[in-house]
């Protein structure tokens, strides 16, 4: 038998240790390449969030969901009274959420009242979704890559609905994922479901009322699995009864917002009437397939949402692997995000649900968890990637000229001395966007007040249009904003008119005779017509109606 040289065995273990010392280092060159990678990727996806969040100035949607909560921080009060005292929205504030109602008025008391503060919790939300659907791909099927995982985010995040919610401005984009922390299959050393998932299924209702349901299916599977496991080992410093606390606390704080009967009789109960008449006529079957983008773009987002309702058909029916070394409840709990995915697309079929997105959106990231195998993982992450691309190629496409041109920092400042100088000191004003949330201080400069703001934004079957004009008319010297706002005091009369269907109140000139003159603002064309006949009613539209013989049913809504 040949002996080996002691030169020759140091050789061979110094040959060893450089080839190891090679490996590593070339780890470690790919590692942070893939963190460069990744963290180019998120900056440019924060951007692209920024840019579609600042891309336009107020629209009238900032009356239902902006100026509320002005109204609590400038006024003290979370209501809307620069609408009158119809449906008691000097009095009470209960359309929608708490998210929506109250969650511009941190950035507001942080800051100040204004355009840039409220965009900025729109921004904030997107950057919380983007930095959470990374840590949900990286947590189950990247294989802790980070450029693959802020990529295939894009999957879901760059689905149009999503971007559409950002261009509009809506602050439920900062929860939108939240139903995804709920239902993760995630759970303790011992089976058990974490304190942190309880609190997220109880917030769900504050984030939007549509997720209700969500939250009461998602109690009464949690309910069977602590049932079940009653009996089951405790965890040393976590109680069991910390995540039912938990739920019953939040639930308690949702049902003492939405519980409160004369904003449920004025506001709440008719505005979900009239928008379900509204939503019943324009709205078909199979909501999934309604993408806000032209064809062959929303072919993206459609086919994002196919796979997304198809994988969920397909964990539901299939076999489970090691059935049997797990807790029932657990399999339960496993399969329910695919099972509520599966449940309200059937419901949509059926019944026509708006929100239906929410879900199948929501939800998705959530369904990464199921993906149990290495084969699993690989396929679940190509597909991920894939349409992540896709995504992103439509956005560069349909996005372009949002992202590569400055956005307008304009904000209360601007706005405020631009009503000051096209107003008279002592002026009562009425305001139409952009300028929706100057109308949130009680006085402005030189003893100017906003008197009311046009549109009236929700849809209410019987709100009386011509009494509301009628009003604007005796109360207001003068009107800034846009032209649209000057001649429709309903926003589904304009809303109406664009969608081709008869407005029930035809397009008037708010005040009759008045001279009128068009100024710029950050590139918006603004009017400004003042009244010459303020106080004294006029010939064309009917006296003040009471409530009892107000406009009845909106046809074609």
């Given at each position: 038998?040949?002996?080996?040289?002691?030169?020759?065995?140091?050789?061979?273990?110094?040959?060893?240790?450089?080839?190891?010392?090679?490996?590593?280092?070339?780890?470690?060159?790919?590692?942070?390449?893939?963190?460069?990678?990744?963290?180019?990727?998120?900056?440019?996806?924060?951007?692209?969030?920024?840019?579609?969040?600042?891309?336009?100035?107020?629209?009238?949607?900032?009356?239902?969901?902006?100026?509320?909560?002005?109204?609590?921080?400038?006024?003290?009060?979370?209501?809307?009274?620069?609408?009158?005292?119809?449906?008691?929205?000097?009095?009470?504030?209960l359309f929608h959420g708490p998210l929506m109602g109250l969650g511009p008025a941190p950035f507001y008391?942080?800051?100040?009242?204004?355009?840039?503060?409220?965009?900025?919790?729109?921004?904030?939300?997107?950057?919380?979704?983007?930095?959470?659907?990374?840590?949900?791909?990286?947590?189950?099927?990247?294989?802790?890559?980070?450029?693959?995982?802020?990529?295939?985010?894009?999957?879901?995040?760059?689905?149009?609905?999503?971007?559409?919610?950002?261009?509009?401005?809506?602050?439920?984009?900062?929860?939108?994922?939240?139903?995804?922390?709920?239902?993760?299959?995630?759970?303790?050393?011992?089976?058990?479901?974490?304190?942190?998932?309880?609190?997220?299924?109880?917030?769900?209702?504050?984030?939007?009322?549509?997720?209700?349901?969500?939250?009461?299916?998602?109690?009464?599977?949690?309910?069977?699995?602590?049932?079940?496991?009653?009996?089951?080992?405790?965890?040393?410093?976590?109680?069991?009864?910390?995540?039912?606390?938990?739920?019953?606390?939040?639930?308690?704080?949702?049902?003492?917002?939405?519980?409160?009967?004369?904003?449920?009789?004025?506001?709440?109960?008719?505005?979900?009437?009239?928008?379900?008449?509204?939503?019943?006529?324009?709205?078909?079957?199979?909501?999934?397939?309604?993408?806000?983008?032209?064809?062959?773009?929303?072919?993206?987002?459609?086919?994002?949402?196919?796979?997304?309702?198809?994988?969920?058909?397909?964990?539901?029916?299939?076999?489970?692997?090691?059935?049997?070394?797990?807790?029932?409840?657990?399999?339960?709990?496993?399969?329910?995000?695919?099972?509520?995915?599966?449940?309200?697309?059937?419901?949509?079929?059926?019944?026509?649900?708006?929100?239906?997105?929410?879900?199948?959106?929501?939800?998705?990231?959530?369904?990464?968890?199921?993906?149990?195998t290495p084969v699993r993982r690989r396929v679940a992450l190509a597909m991920v990637l894939v349409l992540?691309?896709?995504?992103?190629?439509?956005?560069?496409?349909?996005?372009?000229?949002?992202?590569?041109?400055?956005?307008?920092?304009?904000?209360?400042?601007?706005?405020?001395?631009?009503?000051?100088?096209?107003?008279?000191?002592?002026?009562?004003?009425?305001?139409?966007?952009?300028?929706?949330?100057?109308?949130?201080?009680?006085?402005?400069?030189?003893?100017?007040?906003?008197?009311?703001?046009?549109?009236?934004?929700?849809?209410?079957?019987?709100?009386?249009?011509?009494?509301?004009?009628?009003?604007?008319?005796?109360?207001?010297?003068?009107?800034?904003?846009?032209?649209?706002?000057?001649?429709?005091?309903?926003?589904?009369?304009?809303?109406?008119?664009?969608?081709?269907?008869?407005?029930?109140?035809?397009?008037?000139?708010?005040?009759?005779?008045?001279?009128?003159?068009?100024?710029?603002?950050?590139?918006?064309?603004?009017?400004?017509?003042?009244?010459?006949?303020?106080?004294?009613?006029?010939?064309?539209?009917?006296?003040?109606?009471?409530?009892?013989?107000?406009?009845?049913?909106?046809?074609?809504?």
């Amino acid at each position: 038998m040949a002996i080996l040289d002691p030169a020759d065995d140091l050789s061979l273990k110094t040959d060893s240790a450089a080839r190891t010392t090679s490996f590593l280092a070339d780890a470690k060159s790919i590692r942070f390449l893939d963190s460069t990678l990744g963290l180019i990727l998120f900056a440019w996806f924060g951007f692209t969030g920024f840019q579609i969040a600042f891309s336009k100035l107020a629209w009238q949607d900032w009356i239902a969901y902006a100026l509320p909560s002005a109204n609590l921080v400038a006024r003290g009060a979370l209501t809307t009274p620069q609408l009158g005292s119809f449906a008691h929205f000097d009095r009470i504030w209960l359309f929608h959420g708490p998210l929506m109602g109250l969650g511009p008025a941190p950035f507001y008391y942080a800051f100040h009242i204004g355009r840039v503060p409220y965009l900025s919790g729109i921004v904030v939300g997107y950057l919380v979704n983007l930095l959470l659907i990374t840590w949900f791909l990286r947590r189950t099927i990247s294989g802790h890559s980070w450029a693959a995982s802020v990529l295939g985010s894009q999957a879901f995040l760059g689905h149009r609905h999503l971007m559409s919610a950002v261009y509009i401005q809506r602050y439920d984009i900062l929860g939108l994922f939240a139903i995804s922390l709920a239902f993760a299959p995630v759970f303790t050393a011992s089976g058990r479901i974490p304190a942190w998932r309880w609190l997220f299924a109880a917030l769900l209702p504050s984030i939007h009322p549509a997720l209700g349901p969500a939250s009461l299916i998602w109690l009464v599977a949690a309910s069977i699995d602590l049932r079940r496991r009653r009996t089951g080992p405790s965890e040393p410093g976590r109680p069991a009864w910390a995540g039912p606390a938990l739920y019953l606390l939040a639930g308690l704080a949702c049902l003492a917002w939405y519980i409160r009967p004369e904003g449920l009789k004025e506001q709440f109960f008719p505005y979900l009437r009239c928008m379900a008449h509204r939503n019943l006529v324009a709205v078909g079957p199979l909501t999934m397939f309604r993408v806000q983008a032209g064809f062959p773009y929303n072919l993206v987002s459609m086919s994002v949402s196919l796979t997304i309702a198809l994988t969920a058909v397909y964990l539901c029916v299939r076999p489970s692997r090691n059935a049997e070394s797990r807790p029932v409840g657990v399999q339960m709990l496993k399969r329910l995000p695919a099972a509520v995915i599966v449940l309200f697309v059937l419901f949509d079929m059926v019944r026509r649900f708006q929100y239906l997105d929410y879900y199948v959106l929501g939800l998705a990231p959530a369904l990464l968890f199921l993906a149990d195998t290495p084969v699993r993982r690989r396929v679940a992450l190509a597909m991920v990637l894939v349409l992540a691309a896709a995504n992103v190629v439509v956005s560069l496409r349909i996005d372009r000229q949002t992202l590569f041109h400055a956005q307008s920092l304009a904000d209360q400042d601007q706005e405020i001395a631009l009503i000051v100088e096209l107003t008279r000191p002592g002026d009562r004003i009425v305001l139409g966007p952009p300028f929706v949330l100057s109308a949130a201080p009680p006085v402005l400069p030189g003893d100017r007040r906003v008197v009311a703001v046009s549109p009236q934004v929700w849809c209410l079957e019987d709100f009386d249009v011509p009494s509301y004009r009628e009003e604007l008319r005796r109360s207001g010297d003068v009107y800034l904003g846009e032209r649209t706002w000057y001649d429709y005091a309903d926003s589904f009369d304009a809303t109406d008119e664009v969608m081709g269907r008869t407005p029930k109140n035809p397009r008037m000139p708010l005040f009759e005779g008045a001279t009128t003159r068009e100024v710029s603002f950050e590139g918006r064309p603004i009017v400004v017509a003042r009244n010459p006949v303020r106080g004294r009613p006029t010939t064309t539209t009917p006296p003040l109606l009471p409530r009892s013989h107000a406009a009845g049913h909106r046809t074609g809504q």
